[in-house]
């Protein structure tokens, strides 16, 4: 087969792609995770929702949802208080199925393929077949668990309140080690390479060797900092109730700039390739450069940010304490959009195929689409 060939058939594909459907061929991903993979970077490969049309659809639950969304192919997932985790069809709004547990379920699910790993309040790490909707495994920690599962290179890594934070085996749900500390651990752990680094109590950032559960190095801040972090580039970045966002080498733990916000972080920073973005409870995105803590623009918005902000390519998304979807421009700040959901949004945005999955009023998920 000569090249000139090839290049034909590339061509043909290609533009059979964009003749069909809507004029570009997706490829759904699969698998899903809390702040968008397993270094909770916040950053999301998607085409953005350029411009807000409404709510797609509500799905509503009886008791509180404490957990963030996360969507994978054609369904959407989220744990309650009633301890159940939800499947959700994202066309219809219509459930696929639940699972209830022994506790709440206030984590965010961690989905591979067909499987969905997710933790309850009655201590244990789940996995369970969504196609084939069967338990493949229940792993007991012995404490309640409120962090959400890791999933890296079939490994899950998560804390409990008693302090441990336990590395599980995916397939089997085996233990691979515990590693225990004094105080609880409530944050998720980011994963990057061969380290894992959790919050532990609300003040000390910590990195483990991620195949032994060694620990490596702490940093401690003065008026706690119970988020989690996130790690890009070299660096581990998190905000604090001290109103600083640092940032500190991934390797050693050595502070490498803070940055001084005028009220306290809110949620995880999102991380690009050369900005850290982080909401702030006076109601201010702010935008600093990666490697230097350099302000590069801030933007107020209607009220305080509820969760953490999530980031695509072009758009910075945030959901605020009084009800409003906002987008801004990730270059300079400027506002591209808002929309009042007429409900409070209590989660971190998930971004997915276009549109942006929020809790509302801390008891339904909703669907912000473009309706053209």
């Known amino acids: 087969m000569n090249t000139k060939y090839l290049l034909t058939l590339l061509c043909a594909v290609c533009c059979y792609g964009l ?16 702040l968008a993979d397993s270094a909770n970077t916040g950053f999301f490969d998607e085409f ?8 797609k659809w509500r799905y509503k639950v009886t ?14 997932y989220f744990g ?5 985790v939800h499947a959700v069809d994202i066309e219809s709004g219509k459930r696929n199925w639940r699972y209830k547990t022994r506790g709440k379920v206030s984590s965010t699910p ?61 397939k089997t749900g085996a233990r691979l080690w515990v590693s225990k500390n004094a105080k609880p651990i409530s944050t998720t752990a980011a994963v990057k390479k061969d380290k894992v680094y959790v919050v532990i109590g609300d003040s000390v950032l910590t990195a483990l060797d991620r195949e032994s559960g060694r620990k490596l190095w702490r940093f401690r801040s003065k008026k706690g900092m119970p988020y989690s972090p996130s790690v890009g580039k070299g660096a581990v970045y998190i905000g604090s ?26 949620g995880s920073p999102a991380v690009t390739d050369d900005k850290v973005i982080a909401g702030s409870v006076d109601g201010t995105v702010y935008a600093v450069g990666r490697k230097d803590g350099r302000a590069l623009w801030q933007r107020r918005t209607s009220g305080a940010i509820s969760g953490s902000v999530a980031v695509t390519p072009d758009i910075v998304y945030a959901n605020t304490r009084n009800g409003h979807a906002v987008a801004l421009n990730l270059r300079s700040g ?8 007429g409900t409070r949004l209590s989660s971190s945005p998930y ?20 309706r053209g």
């Open 334 to 341: 400027e506002p591209l959009w808002q929309y009042k959901a």
């Open 19 to 34: 003749l069909s459907g809507c004029g570009v061929t997706k490829v759904l991903k699969e698998h899903g995770t809390y």
């Open 48 to 55: 953005d929702l350029v411009k807000i049309g409404g709510v």
């Open 110 to 170: 961690a989905i591979e393929g067909n499987i969905v790993y997710f933790a309850s309040q009655d201590g244990s790490v789940y996995a369970f077949n969504g196609k084939k909707k069967r338990t493949l495994w229940r792993y007991k920690t012995g404490a309640p668990i409120h962090a959400s599962p890791t999933l890296y290179k079939g490994h899950i890594y998560i804390g409990n309140k008693k302090g441990q934070l336990h590395a599980i085996n995916a």
């Open 63 to 76: 008791k509180a949802i404490n957990s963030s969304p996360v969507v994978v192919k054609d369904t959407a």
């Open 241 to 266: 109730d001290e109103k600083h966002l640092y940032a500190v080498n991934a390797e050693t733990g050595r502070p490498l700039w803070k940055y001084r916000m005028k009220n306290k972080v809110q």
């Open 80 to 84: 309650d208080d009633q301890g159940y």
């Open 351 to 370: 971004i997915h195929d276009g549109k942006v999955y929020v809790i509302g009023n801390s008891r339904e998920l909703l669907v912000l689409e473009d």
